[in-house]
């Protein structure tokens, strides 16, 4: 298949990483684990590289050859960022899966620096990620307050930590090194029981969707976060004795 025409040269190299990763798809389905040869890993490196900085750019290549000339001994320097994002999203989808918010935080991740081989991906190439976070280079366009960039460096190096202990992939989480934005403090606010409260509440029973009520009057009184009560099943509430038992929760104890 030619790639040569300009216009049609990002739609084949997508086209390529597919036909590359089908091989692996089809052996997670049952159960196997595909090694992919090194000559098709710089392959696959190549056509991600294309995809992020575009066909023929300089640095695409550079990204390339720099993974194997500075590889250190293991896999960082044979495995792109991709493929460990990748590896990542998997695992966690056997386990239940991710949120929408924090899939989309590593799909960026995976745009901005997921050509690079793992031995490329330094602190002072997260720093400039999230200095382009703060500058309007996010996936909306907009600026991002401190706490957001914060929320997408701390899905990075949740998976370089991950990658480190439970893959052997990565020597140290190079996320460590990287400095957070620091967030402002928030306020502490109540709603006025006089007027607000009572008007949320109203406003919630007219709406077309019956189970916002419910949700926002079961917030109120037990001060459980969004992700908590919609996790929330019949045999985990006991209507008798008032008590709602939360499994998933932020801190991972069970209360």
Known sequence: RSCDAE?????????????????????????QLVQVPLDRR???????????HGPGNPHARLHVTAGRARAPAGQAGRIDLAELLERYLDHRAAM?????????????????????????????RIATARDALLA??????????????VRYLAALSHV??????????????PCRKVKRPQEPRGRVRFLDRETELPAL???CRESTDRRLFPLVTLALATGARQGE??????????LERRIATLHKTKNRERR
Do not use: H, M, Y
């Not at 710089?42 to 992020?52: H, T």
């Open 96 to 124: 239940g899966g991710l949120d929408r918010q924090r899939v989309s935080q590593l799909r960026w991740w995976t745009e901005r620096l997921g050509a690079f081989a793992l031995a490329d991906v330094t602190p002072a």
């Open 136 to 149: 309007g280079e996010g996936p909306t366009g907009a600026k991002l307050a401190p706490a957001s960039a």
């Open 42 to 52: 710089d392959d696959r490196r190549q056509i991600r590289a294309e995809v992020c």
């Open 7 to 31: 216009p049609r040269a990002a739609k084949c190299a997508d086209d390529r990483v597919r036909e590359l990763d089908v091989e692996q798809a089809q052996a997670r389905e049952v159960g």
């Open 201 to 203: 509440l109203a406003a």
């Open 229 to 238: 009560l919609l996790g929330l099943r019949w045999s985990d509430v006991d």
């Open 160 to 173: 370089c930590s991950w990658g480190e202990r439970e893959l052997g992939w990565l020597s140290s989480n």
